[in-house]
């Protein structure tokens, strides 16, 4: 017996459900085959020492197409041990609707096998093909996602629309389009979807295969720049991935912008056929602040005694907001607000006349005087201004400084402010 490693070769069809392999399979025009391949070295029948550098090449016949596209598989395996088995696996896919017997053998090599012959060939595999007649119609399921993959958290729950998008975010769409029909066949399609003005197409995968900017089309339209991928064909069964990351321009000239995918071309019978996709949507991120001051009243008083501490009445004091605040910010750095009576309390129908009261703010133990300016909130770097709401015993009341029982109605006006970054 020659001494030599062996290369054993089997196939199993994962479209009709075979968990087995074997050296032959019956398959139809569509389906995904597995191929297995055992690389041995055994201790008895081996080269006696580590077969060194082995890689396997399998040129396969006219009907088989590996994932890539191509007919020709390389898998590097590395070293193999003395008594080591090495296994690899790969998926192909039966592109001929005939009948017809498609066989081929693979061919492992090493650095260090000398022993003839060379090159190690595996046993035959035998796929089995029987031709399909197409005479159902097509029917395409469409199904599409979009990421922001700068700022990922902003989808909704479907994926379909990322809020806070802004300029040079990095983008991602995925399509998906299947002809679950039986015994269907679509021909001769095209799919088409737009992206904005000015972004950059960093990347454009179908079925895991790159495709290079000028094999698809890329033309100006009024929706910016419409994407179209064609000459597609999806038998029954068949699913077409395509994934696209994209950059967008550092000022975006949109605050919201949709994109529906769609496929055209011929259904089994060759009339047309159309189906379209969930429409994508990006929305720029708004950056703002939303900042409402409620009008604050302490109440009508028949006196007023000199220490007296006047509360807020119920508008102004928790659970309701005395500042009513929407932080539309995507990029949420540190904020503090602060206020300040910019004049004292004056008669409204007298502005001569006085109340003898000044503003404190009460935080804790503290109680600041309001009238050069105090802080009365903060955030840290990350997180969001909310409402500002006091409890009856905080924020801001009213003391007396002096007696009166001068009737009237007084009002002072306050000045809030945002600081951006403190």
């Known amino acids: ?106 061919e492992a090599t090493g650095s260090n ?25 097509v029917k395409l399921t469409m199904t599409d996602q979009i990421v922001d993959e700068t700022y990922p ?21 995925t399509i998906t389009v299947a002809n679950t029909a039986a015994q269907s066949k679509f021909t001769g399609g095209k799919l088409t979807f737009d992206v904005p003005k000015d972004a950059t197409i960093n990347s454009l995968v179908v079925n895991d295969m790159p495709i290079p900017a000028g094999w698809y089309e890329n033309k100006a339209t009024a929706n910016g720049q419409q994407i179209g991928i064609t000459d597609i064909d999806l038998i029954s069964g068949d ?19 949709t994109t529906t995918p769609k496929i055209v071309g011929n259904d089994t019978d060759q009339s047309a056929y159309t189906a379209t996709g969930d429409p994508l949507t990006m929305v720029v991120a708004d950056e703002t602040i939303s900042f409402t001051p409620q009008d604050i009243n302490f109440g009508a008083h028949p006196t ?40 004292p309390f004056r008669e409204i129908d007298n502005s001569t006349a006085h109340l003898p009261a000044h503003l404190l703010f009460y935080h804790g133990s503290a109680a600041d005087a309001v009238t050069q300016g105090v802080e009365i909130a903060k955030t840290t770097d990350g997180q969001s201004l909310t409402d500002v709401v006091w409890q009856q015993n905080e924020g801001l009341r009213l003391h007396v400084d002096g007696s009166t029982n001068q009737p009237g109605e007084y009002r002072t006006q306050l000045e809030w402010q945002v600081n951006m970054g403190y």
């Open 153 to 173: 958290d902003s989808h909704n729950a479907t994926q379909t629309e990322v809020d806070d998008v802004a300029g040079g975010d990095k983008i991602d769409y």
């Open 113 to 137: 096998y000398y022993v003839s012959p060379v090159t190690l060939p595996s046993n035959d595999v035998r796929v089995n093909v029987k031709k399909t007649e197409f005479t159902k119609p």
């Open 304 to 343: 007023l005694q000199a220490g007296m501490v006047l509360d807020r009445t119920a508008e102004t004091t928790a659970p309701n907001a005395v500042v009513k605040i929407s932080d539309e910010r995507r990029t949420k750095t540190p904020v503090s607000i602060t206020v300040k009576a910019v004049e």
């Open 1 to 106: 017996m020659i001494q030599q490693p062996t290369l054993e070769k089997q196939v199993r069809n994962l479209t009709k459900g075979e968990t087995a392999y074997t050296d032959y399979t019956d398959a139809e025009a569509g389906d995904e085959l597995e191929f297995k391949f055992t690389v041995a070295n055994s201790k008895v029948n081996g080269i006696g020492n580590t077969w060194q550098d082995v890689s396997i090449k399998d040129a396969l016949p006219e009907g088989l197409l590996a994932e890539d596209g191509s007919q020709t598989i390389k898998i590097p395996v590395g070293d193999v041990g003395v008594d080591g088995t090495v296994t690899k696996t790969v998926k192909v896919r039966v592109d001929k609707n005939e009948d017809t017997t498609l066989i081929n053998t693979a």
């Open 239 to 257: 699913t077409l991935d395509i994934k696209v990351n994209l950059t967008l321009p550092k000022k975006v000239t949109f605050d919201r912008y």
